[in-house]
């Protein structure tokens, strides 16, 4: 008998694999006549509205302004029209609930029309409102079940759109979702109210500069995502990739990413196709997509769109999330967007390109011409210096969770401390105003620093060399965070850094105002409070190797929180100083954070308890047999060859004896220590003893597997190896 039959079926199935018929090709659909088709766009408002209502409309979304209630019913009829023309049946509300999830729960337009037909209906209030019932999202406590009803709230500033399925399409509007009590229950809510703060505290810095615009300052986000791609059948045959998106098992390839032929190698045809199909559907939804190509681990993608405003860059991205995963079916494949879905290579992540600024100022975060410009620029910098140095653990609290921890502080992503990069240039400039208004630089000579007038030395576009192990880099007109995971939402990222800023430039603000009012020169009011920055912050300054021993023990001497895992991160969501952030700001009040802590280490726990589960049922039931089969021939052969006299050498015997041991013993182990943690009471301590306890046992029995499977016959060995799952496509 075979024990690996699935395994074999998968090889199969893909050497026997043929491309379907194509769909479409782009030479005879180019991607100008598709892309924005299914949005309720600001044209297809603008064509449809009453001019007045479009104003109206379109006031609220550029400006930010209140929406006037009245010209709901009027927009819900026209864009009703519009979703139907295009074959809806029915709408939804899409939100986002704390389980990092998309959500929506569909609801027909059609109503019967008392006489026995059926009219199409779809109100002002059904557009503006909905009650889904989500009595089953996490709340953390925060609503009770028997007041269950949440509502989803249209945010007017994320356009609508259509999805289409091959037996029809739905009008899905972007919504916030919160309690009848006002308390927020996803992540929409959180951002939104960050937007305007940001907003606020970034236009009192630029009114001081006499810079005065027509447009909010919002914050962008280009999101790069990165996603692997293996065969589908693979994905069945190994429960641990189909159940928890990474393998549990599997010994390292003879070959991995140690040549560097994968990073912007040419696309498989398989692949490409796949990615082109990916990039049609996101064009109709109108997200800009720009870059595609191979990553550096066998296997491993990436795509990029084009920066957006924030929420709408989100919003786009999740959309590309369920994107990936729709059309990687339809080629037989599989998107892995897990943060580690394999040992030993690299894992994906999600860099967060963020910018604040407009239309008419462009980026603030860019050097600029004009001495004037410069000062500016470097006013939002130092606020950038100084946000980070002291909200970095909050940031790391945003990108914490289970699947992350594989990744962060691994020798491929940014460390779990968060620091700052700036590149030599501007560090240079940034140190030149700790010495004062004056310095002497060799080569350069005598140079002045002073802001604003005389001869700030020309400030970088592009910092140069690229740093990639930097949590946060400087890179010419943005800062790239680079610590996100692959499956996470930015949400709560961007909203993090919105805050951070508003902080810091609202301090900027006070600062100089108070320096104005002593009769301080504006010029002079700046610089100190640059040099205030320089002198208390530069420790989040770092250009070097992050992911060097000597920069761990170089950030704790600059007292910089080295927050390793998601039980130790997550805690710095109520830390009282980042309490007095959000509700100072209007963002999230104490129970707000504390429910949102909870859920995320309860979530932590359930992914932690799953795989454990996973590991000792694979173990017990594929692998452990597969090694018992082996020392049964092996003993056979002993007893044979004794039997005629031979020596029988049983190093190998002894050697897979002592790992199907080793393999029990762990086994065993684990699940005890999972009887333990169950016992515990508090999410905390739980979470703690995953971290702690449970993920070593997981990993001593990964070690004996991964021994195992380098001495098992293969034909004995039942779960794909990373091999066949990495370079066969
Ligand atoms: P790289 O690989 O060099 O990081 P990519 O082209 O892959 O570059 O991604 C860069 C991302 O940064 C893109 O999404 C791009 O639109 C975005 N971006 C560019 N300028 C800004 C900006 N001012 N603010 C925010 N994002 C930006
Ligand atoms: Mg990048």
Same mark, same amino acid.
């Given at each position: 008998m075979n024990s690996n039959s699935a395994r074999r079926a998968a090889i199969q199935a893909i050497t026997t694999y043929k491309a379907g018929?194509?769909?479409?090709?782009f030479s005879e659909t180019s991607p100008a006549d598709i892309f924005g088709r299914n949005v309720f766009s600001d044209r297809v408002m603008r064509e449809r509205l009453p001019k007045a209502v479009y104003h109206s409309l379109h006031k609220t979304i550029t400006l930010g302004e209140r929406m006037d209630p009245s010209i709901a019913d009027t927009v819900a009829a026209v864009m009703k029209d519009w979703a139907i023309e295009k074959g809806a049946t029915h709408f939804t509300h899409v939100f986002y609930p704390l389980t990092g999830q998309t959500a929506e729960k569909h609801d027909s337009f059609i109503m019967p029309d008392g006489r026995g037909g059926v009219i199409a209906e779809f109100s002002g209030s059904m557009l503006i409102r909905g009650e889904p019932d989500?009595?089953?999202?996490?709340?953390g406590g925060l609503r009770s079940t028997f007041e269950a009803r949440g509502y989803t709230a249209w945010d007017v500033t994320s356009p609508a759109y259509i999805m289409e399925n091959p037996n029809g399409t739905f009008l899905c509007i972007p919504t916030m979702f919160l309690s009848?009590?006002?308390?927020?229950?996803?992540?929409k809510t959180p951002l939104l109210r960050s937007g305007q703060a940001v907003n606020r505290e970034a236009q009192r810095v630029l009114a001081l500069f006499n810079v005065h615009t027509d447009l909010p300052i919002v914050s962008y986000a280009g999101l790069e995502q990165e996603y692997f791609l293996v065969d589908h059948n693979f994905n069945f045959a190994r429960p641990d990739l189909q159940?928890?998106?990474?393998?549990l098992f599997g010994a390292r390839p003879?070959?991995?990413?140690?040549?560097?032929?994968?990073?912007?190698?040419v696309i498989p045809q398989r692949v490409l196709s796949c990615m082109m199909e990916v990039e049609r559907e996101l064009y109709k939804l109108a997200v800009p997509v720009r870059t595609r190509h191979n990553e550096v681990a066998p296997s491993q993608y990436e795509i990029a769109p084009l920066f957006e405003p924030s929420n709408l860059a989100i919003d786009h991205n999740h959309l590309i999330m369920a994107t990936l995963r729709n059309v990687a079916k339809r080629y037989g494949l599989k998107c892995l967007l897990h943060?580690? *879905?394999? /040992?030993?290579i690299n894992g994906s992540g999600k860099h967060v390109n963020y910018s604040l600024g407009n239309a008419?100022?462009?980026?603030?975060?860019d050097p600029g011409e004009t001495p004037h410009s410069n000062a500016k620029f470097l006013v939002f910098c130092a606020a950038m210096i100084r946000a980070v140095h002291k909200y970095g653990g909050l940031l790391r609290a945003t990108v914490a969770s289970a699947s992350n921890d594989h990744r962060l502080?691994?020798?491929e992503a940014p460390p779990a401390i968060m620091s700052i990069f700036l590149g030599d240039q501007l560090t240079e400039v940034f140190e030149a105003f700790r010495a004062g208004r004056t310095e002497d630089r060799g080569?350069?000579?005598?140079?002045r620093i002073n802001v604003?007038?005389?001869?700030?030395?020309?400030?970088?576009?592009d910092p140069g060399?690229?740093?990639?192990?930097? *949590?946060? /880099?400087?890179t010419g007109n943005r800062f790239e965070f680079?610590?996100?995971?692959?499956?996470?939402?930015a949400a709560s990222s961007v909203t993090a850094l919105n805050v951070m800023m508003a902080d810091s430039l609202g301090f900027a603000a006070d600062w100089i105002e108070r320096e104005l009012s002593n009769a301080t020169p504006f010029n002079e009011a700046v610089q100190s409070f640059i040099r205030h920055v320089i002198e208390e912050?530069?420790?989040?300054i770092f250009n070097g190797d992050g992911y060097s021993d000597v920069w761990h023990r170089e950030a704790r001497r600059r007292g910089l929180?080295?927050?390793?895992?998601t039980p130790e991160a997550l805690p710095v969501l109520v830390r009282p100083d980042v309490v007095e952030l959000y509700e100072r700001y209007g963002i999230l009040k104490k129970a707000e954070l504390t429910a949102r802590r909870d859920i995320y280490l309860d979530q932590y726990c359930k992914t932690v308890r799953t795989e454990a589960h996973l590991v000792i049922r694979l173990a017990r039931t594929v692998i452990f047999p597969a090694g018992m089969r082996y020392q049964g021939e092996l003993a056979h052969t002993a007893a044979q060859m004794a039997a005629i006299g031979l020596e029988s050498r049983v190093t190998t015997l002894d050697e897979v004896t002592g790992y199907v041991r080793l393999l029990q013993d762990a086994v065993l182990e684990l699940e005890k220590a999972i009887a333990s943690c169950d016992a515990l009471q508090e999410t905390e301590e739980k979470a703690a003893f995953y971290c702690q306890e449970i993920l070593p046992l997981m990993q001593k029995a990964r070690d004996a597997a991964d021994a195992l499977e380098t001495r098992v016959p293969d034909d004995l060995w039942a779960l794909p190896n990373y091999e066949e799952i990495l370079f066969d496509k």
């Open positions: 018929n194509p769909s479409f090709n989500a009595s089953s999202f996490p709340s009848w009590t006002g308390v927020a229950l996803d992540k159940i928890a998106g990474r393998t003879a070959k991995g990413q140690e040549f560097s032929d994968q990073y912007f190698g943060e580690k *879905p394999f /040992a030993g008419e100022l462009g980026s603030l975060f502080g691994a020798h080569e350069t000579g005598r140079r604003g007038v005389e001869t700030l030395p020309p400030l970088p576009t060399d690229r740093n990639r192990t930097s *949590p946060m /880099a400087f680079r610590a996100l995971g692959s499956s996470q939402s912050h530069s420790a989040v929180p080295d927050l390793k895992n």
